[in-house]
């Protein structure tokens, strides 16, 4: 059974940093890019970052290049995302997602981990 | 970068009937080199993550029900619920998986008139 457990979410002031992991088992997830999408309090669904299966590419959406970090641990099957300079505006639940392959069409989906960033 | 478009944010049909959701792409979402139009939809439950739909605009995924049904082309977009069942209540989203940085639509809210 393919699962994606994320960790690592909580409560941080703005300025701080926080970093998110993704445990993943079920599928080889050396073979997989992976993505990171974010969903504000009943709000929509923004895609954040992704990274090819051996961590040698990244992309990023605007809204968080050059405050977060997309990376892999192939041997540990662990997606993470490093988080700093949080703002307000990052509150959201984080999922980790697999694209279904041969597209960027997200097949699995974490159950999310909750990112508050607040005084 | 592609601006995704849903309408409308929300639909009430009565049980068995048919509903339709909308979604527009501010460029072509068709790879001419293999004839696919990147688009995929979700349905998302309240206290869950999304669950894949459809892709390439018209795929099933595997065990959707095929009351579920995904067309158009290049730009304009309809995923189509046959029969509308209870357990259909939920948020739907359209997704461009054409190009980075990839996007999805505000959403469309289904419920039981």
């Known amino acids: 059974e393919v699962q994606l457990v994320e960790s690592g979410g909580g409560l941080v002031q703005p300025g701080g940093s926080l970093r998110l992991s993704c445990e993943v088992s079920g599928f080889t997830f050396s073979s997989y890019w992976m993505h990171w999408v974010r969903q504000a309090p009943g709000k929509g669904l923004v895609w954040v970052s992704r990274i090819d299966s051996d961590g040698s590419t990244t992309n990023y959406a605007d809204s968080v290049k050059g405050r977060f970090t997309i990376s892999r641990d192939n041997a540990k099957n662990t997606l993470y995302l490093q988080m700093n300079s949080l703002r307000a505006e990052d509150t959201a639940v984080y999922y980790c997602v697999r694209p279904f392959t041969g597209t960027n069409a997200f097949d699995m989906w974490g159950q999310g981990t909750m990112v508050t960033v607040s005084s | 970068d592609i601006v995704m478009t849903q309408s409308p944010d929300s639909l009430a049909v009565s049980l068995g009937e048919r509903a339709t959701i909308n979604c527009k792409s501010s ?78 639509g505000g959403g469309t809210k289904v419920e039981i008139k």
């Open chain 2, 27 to 104: 460029q072509s979402l068709l790879y001419r080199s293999n004839s696919k139009n990147y688009l995929a939809w979700y349905q998302q439950k309240p206290g869950q993550p999304p669950k894949l739909l459809i892709y390439w605009a018209s795929t099933r995924e595997s065990g959707v029900p095929d009351r579920f049904s995904g067309s158009g082309s290049e730009t304009d977009f309809s995923l189509t619920i046959s029969s509308l069942q209870a357990e259909d209540v939920a948020v739907y989203y359209c997704q461009q998986h054409y190009g980075i940085p990839l996007s999805f």
